[in-house]
């Protein structure tokens, strides 16, 4: 049997974390919802908070309006 890797792109983990954090998420279950490891998540959340689609409250990361936006486009294309 052949093993198949199939890559994500940058823009899939994206909306696989903005997803995640809609209604407010802590990084240990955006990890898990994205299956990333704490380093990748942590590379991510920091470019999307430098975007403006993700916030950082205390310990929990909320996808912003912006985020939201993000996603409505992003699955308006099938991303």
């Known amino acids: ?3 198949v890797i199939i890559r994500r792109s940058r823009t899939a983990i994206c909306v696989e974390i ?8 802590k990084k240990t279950h955006i990890v898990y919802s994205a299956n990333l490891n704490f380093d990748m ?3 991510y ?3 999307l908070e ?3 689609l993700i916030e ?3 310990n929990i990361y909320v996808t912003t309006n912006k985020g ?4 409505e486009i992003a ?3 099938g991303l």
């Open 45 to 47: 959340l920091v470019m």
């Open 18 to 25: 903005l997803k995640a954090a809609m209604e407010g998420s």
């Open 41 to 43: 998540v942590n590379r």
């Open 75 to 77: 699955k308006d294309l």
């Open 68 to 71: 939201k936006e993000f996603l």
């Open 56 to 58: 950082h409250k205390g």
């Open 1 to 3: 049997m052949d093993v």
């Open 50 to 52: 430098e975007k403006g």
